[in-house]
């Protein structure tokens, strides 16, 4: 897989079918997407791009209201090089990028990526002001001659699949199951792991703090039944997301038990992906009643799978 930074600079000689979107989260969504440009790019013989943004468009409209993100760069290129997509295009969105009108974006990216086709969801919007849309778009089909694919919303259990439905489901509900489905995998943090209080190796507990980037989806406090992945090695977890009222923490903290490990950790990189909301938290009367909570999310966790598929 080719990947690039360009804002209409390069030029790409073969032809290409081309997917546009900020595909935040690759869901189940954004793969059926990529799914259909691929299969018409085989078609038409052409390549097959992907082309999104390095950054959300809102870092630059209104830093404020820009949303967590699902994903970094890095996993999302790993993703979209498992799914058999020839290029991507990671575009920088400034200001001369937030200007461009809707035709002269789609003008664009037929003179310097050479597109056959263009594949977008029903409600994808463009241009200058989001003003540009898939009815604009059939129109500019015909006027440069390439081909277009309106890709259909898709569904899980009734609700449209989206990015923003994604992160209602982390951060407001905890429902990690439901998001995971239409992820089409475990979300997950990464972290650097960092030294925290230290109390639950007085209960028996020993947990390891994570040092996340905010910028991304927490979900909601409570406590996880997680697989803590490090070093090509997976391991049952539970992971709580608070501020352990029954230890009074006024700081909120991605704290987790592994099951059955022991080593030390600190100042490494792991991967904590949510499996199962096991519980809300909450704060109990003595250290005693929280071990005992903890040994009953212990059996639980010892029940789960540790397989991510």
């Known amino acids: 897989m080719i990947v690039i930074e360009d804002n ?11 997917a546009l979107g900020g595909f935040d989260g690759l869901h189940i969504g954004h793969r059926a997407l990529i799914d ?3 299969s018409t790019a ?3 013989n052409c390549r097959s791009m992907v082309f999104t943004f390095k950054n959300h468009p809102l870092t630059v409209i209104n830093k404020a209201c820009a949303p967590k993100l699902l994903l970094n760069n890095h996993d999302k290129l790993n993703l979209l090089k498992s799914y058999g997509v020839d290029i991507v295009n990671l575009v920088n969105f400034d200001a001369d990028f937030m200007k461009m009108t809707p035709e002269a974006y789609i003008a664009s990216l037929v003179k310097n990526y050479n597109a056959a086709g263009l594949t977008v969801g029903f409600n994808h919007r463009f241009g200058y002001k989001n003003l540009g849309d898939t009815d604009l778009l059939k129109k500019l089909s015909k006027e440069h001659g390439f081909s277009l694919s309106v890709v259909s919303p898709v569904k899980y259990r009734g609700d449209v699949v989206s990015s923003s439905k994604i992160r209602n489901l982390l951060g407001e509900e905890g429902n990690v199951e439901r998001a995971a489905k239409m992820l089409s995998r475990p979300y997950f943090l990464e972290g650097v792991v960092v ?3 230290q109390l639950g190796r007085k209960i028996g507990f020993p947990t390891m703090n994570l040092d996340y980037n905010n910028e991304f989806v927490l979900p909601r406090g409570g406590v996880y039944y997680s697989v803590l992945e490090h070093s090509g090695r997976r391991f049952r977890g539970i992971t709580n997301i608070g501020y352990n009222p029954t230890v009074e923490n006024d700081k909120l903290s991605v704290e987790t038990h ?3 490990f022991d080593e030390d950790l600190y100042d490494e990189t792991i991967r904590i992906n949510f499996i199962k909301r096991i519980r809300d938290e909450k704060k109990f009367d003595s250290l005693t009643e929280l071990s005992e909570q903890l040994k009953k999310d212990k059996l639980f966790a010892l029940k789960q799978d540790l397989d991510l598929s």
Not at 8 to 18: D, G, H, L
């Open 258 to 260: 592994i099951i059955g």
């Open 42 to 44: 085989k078609r038409l």
């Open 36 to 38: 259909k440009t691929i």
């Open 195 to 197: 030294r925290g209080k």
């Open 8 to 18: 209409f600079n390069k030029r790409i000689n073969e032809k290409t079918v081309i």
